[in-house]
């Protein structure tokens, strides 16, 4: 049996028909509409956040009956709900749209419209999982059992911000590397219960190891701001609108960067698509021609 209807008995895509299928994805999310994608990635942020609120709500206190570790297993298997919304529904993720560089490396996607994609998702992203964090904060989601999750979600928001820079950054890369597996899997799935399969073990092991997601941050973190105003605990004075941007967002979102770029996308971009392309041309003449291609699209 050919290794094509091997993959096709699976219901899935073969590592190079996904790559492509990615690469193709990439040039959609490239020509969005300012408004779509903004709706989209507000929308996106805001499902990162329930996800978020899931996990809070759901293991506030279970580490003192099943134990720290099952605690963070549960918690992660909650939090995929965000992730499978925004799957499900088309919405845009930064951390997610890192794969699109695929499309840039294959000449399908223009320098200028992935930075013009990537900066409206991040703000719209932010915008989504910072409202999603008023609408929890207002809706007393975090008062059950004396504030007990208000006071849980704190406590994380605190912990995040007292991360070291480089710690930071290298935790960032472990979560979007892990975010874009999750998201290649999905993709080269056909089947929907494949699709959650497989985002959901990328997912839970990058909450469980304890990683760095910048745009759940977005949430977890002006969820803090609001709580440390009405919940009291010990080293909420380093929370701060200062230490959330540069002891966090900065660094984890660099980190994410290089995860999805770095780790993903120019790993299998390289296997399944450029040597395909490039068999004949060696690799002297062909990073000559790449190196062009660059330099045109900077000074295009």
């Not at 990439?26 to 020509?31: L, Q």
């Not at 992660?76 to 919304?85: E, N």
């Not at 990073?287 to 660059?294: G, I, P």
Request: proline share 3%; net charge positive; aromatic share 12%.
């Amino acid at each position: 049996m050919s290794p094509i209807l091997r993959w096709s008995k699976l219901g899935s895509k073969t590592p190079k028909d996904t790559a492509h299928e990615i690469c193709s994805i990439g040039e959609k999310k490239a020509t969005h509409n300012f408004f779509n994608l903004l709706i989209l990635s507000v929308m996106a942020g805001a499902y990162i956040g329930f996800g978020a609120q899931f996990l809070i709500s759901f293991t506030f206190d279970a580490a003192k009956y099943v134990g720290a570790g099952m605690a963070r297993f549960l918690g992660a298997s909650v939090f995929c709900t965000g992730l499978f919304m925004i799957l499900m529904t088309g919405a845009e993720l930064f951390t997610g749209n890192s794969l699109m560089t695929v499309g840039l490396f294959n000449g399908k996607i223009k320098l200028s419209s992935l930075l013009r994609n990537w900066t409206i998702v991040y703000l719209g992203n932010f915008v989504g999982a910072a409202l999603m964090a008023g609408f929890i904060f207002y809706s007393g989601a975090w008062k059950a059992n004396e504030n007990a999750p208000g006071i849980f979600a704190l406590n994380m928001a605190i912990t995040k911000v007292q991360i070291p820079f480089w710690i930071a950054l290298v935790k960032g890369i472990g979560a979007n590397w892990l975010v874009c597996m999750a998201v290649w899997l999905w993709v080269s799935s056909d089947r929907v219960i494949d699709k959650i399969i497989g985002m959901y073990l990328p997912i839970v092991a990058f909450v469980v190891m304890g990683f760095e997601h910048s745009i759940a941050n977005m949430f977890l973190l002006p969820m803090g701001l609001l709580l440390k105003s009405v919940v009291s605990t010990s080293g909420a004075v380093q929370l701060t609108i200062s230490s959330v941007i540069f002891n966090n967002l900065i660094p984890v979102t660099i980190g994410n960067i290089i995860g999805g770029v770095v780790f993903m996308a120019i790993p299998y971009w390289y296997v399944y698509i450029r040597n395909h392309q490039e068999q004949q041309v060696s690799d002297g003449q062909w990073l000559v021609n790449k190196v062009r291609v660059v330099r045109d699209k900077l000074t295009a």
